[in-house]
């Protein structure tokens, strides 16, 4: 017998329901023209564990490793105002006096923890905004505003810092265990850009510079041909440099000297067609596991400024195109130090560098 929900007409159907732009993809998907069964494996394939040591990641066990690392442009900075940046595991700044200095401190404020970048700076001294105390480079409060008299203890923290090649660099330590390297060639002889690429890396710095004593990927994945094998290799407790010379897949010729600077930079002095140039990639460590990459171009002034220029963007147009190879590895590795051969010898060296190499977090109280 029929029920009455059967004979209650319906004017509504499930197809009904389906959205006209989604039926009408659906029924543009193929069909399958050849249906087949294949084996892939029969069983699965299970590997030997490998036995490589970590290499600890930045901030694992609260530490960070001790190297110069970019906090940002100087340009981003001008005289008389302060810029708040991420940096380690915590927040800094960058203030930069009337005499042009610039300073990179602990953000917060020992009072009671507002961030200096809603402050200002006046003199030589970055006032906070909250109850107006200032505090001079040194990090210590200079005065209150209320005419209590500073506290000794009100400190920030001061990091070792330097201003070179257009960037503001943070010593991660209490004392730079080693110099920002310069190029062979006096900074007044230099045409110098630098930039910073837009977007983040999300691996730590010094999975990065494992690129350069990776010499497999220089002539796999950057097409490099070397004359002979990797010569006059320097090893330091924070630096490693080599020279080589060969062709790009273009047919230039070119000769180099590339490094790495603790675990935060690499560098390079080259011969393109046979005029010099120099390049850096300073690493600035946003947060753990997260970088950002500056690039630092120079070619010698000839007396020929528009010729300089075009070689020096030829030059970074170059070094965008070689970087821009790895780009798209480093976004979706998940690095580990593994199998290795004849050829990672360097490399593996570099593992072992990076296991042994200091490791700290003094401002971590005052960051954070
Ligand atoms: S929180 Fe900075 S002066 Fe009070
Ligand atoms: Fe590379």
């Known amino acids: 017998m029929a029920s009455e929900r059967d004979t209650v007409p319906r004017t509504t159907t499930a197809i009904d329901a389906v959205p006209t732009q989604l039926a009408e993809s659906l029924r543009a998907m193929p069909v399958l023209e050849d249906n087949v069964d294949r084996v892939g494996n029969p069983e699965a394939v299970v590997p030997k564990e490998r036995m490589a040591d970590p290499v600890p990641a930045e901030g694992a066990g609260g530490v960070f490793s001790q190297s110069w690392f970019p906090i940002c442009l100087a340009s981003e900075v001008e005289s008389g105002t302060i810029q708040g940046f991420d940096f380690l595991d915590g927040r800094v700044v960058v203030w930069r006096t009337e005499d042009g200095v610039a300073h990179v401190t602990s953000a917060f404020c020992p009072h009671m923890g507002a961030s200096l970048e809603a402050g200002d700076v006046v003199g030589s001294h970055v006032r906070c905004a909250f109850h107006h105390w200032e505090y001079g480079g040194d990090g210590r409060c200079a005065k209150t505003a209320i005419g209590d008299p500073p506290p000794p203890s009100a400190c920030l923290f001061v990091f070792p810092s330097i201003e070179r ?3 503001i660099w943070a010593f991660n330590g209490t004392k730079p265990l080693y110099d ?18 837009p977007d983040l890396m999300p691996v730590d710095p010094w999975v990065q510079c494992c690129n350069t004593p990776d010499i497999q990927h220089i002539k796999t994945l950057h097409r490099i041909s070397f004359d002979e094998e990797a010569s006059n290799m320097q090893w330091t407790d924070h630096s490693m440099t080599y020279e080589f010379e ?6 230039s010729r070119a000769s180099w000297e590339v490094g790495v600077f603790g675990t935060s930079l690499y560098y390079q002095s080259a011969y393109l067609e046979g005029r010099w140039f120099g390049f850096m990639v300073p690493m600035g460590l946003v947060r753990p596991g997260m970088t950002r990459n500056y690039m630092v171009l120079a070619v010698q002034k000839s007396g020929d400024a528009e010729s300089d220029r075009d070689f ?9 195109g070689i970087v821009g190879e790895d780009t798209h590895i480093m976004t979706s590795m998940h690095f580990r130090p593994g199998t290795l051969t004849k050829s990672d010898r360097t490399l593996g060296h570099y593992f072992k560098f990076l296991r042994e190499y200091p490791r700290a977090h003094p401002s971590a109280p005052f960051i954070t």
């Not at 020096?312 to 965008?320: A, D, K, M, S």
Request: net charge negative.
């Open 312 to 320: 020096l963007e030829q030059c970074l147009l170059t070094e965008v």
């Open 246 to 251: 060969g062709f790009f897949d273009s047919g």
């Open 165 to 167: 090649y257009g960037v």
């Open 180 to 197: 920002v390297p310069v190029f062979p060639f006096p900074s007044e002889d230099l045409l110098i850009k630098t930039i910073v690429l």
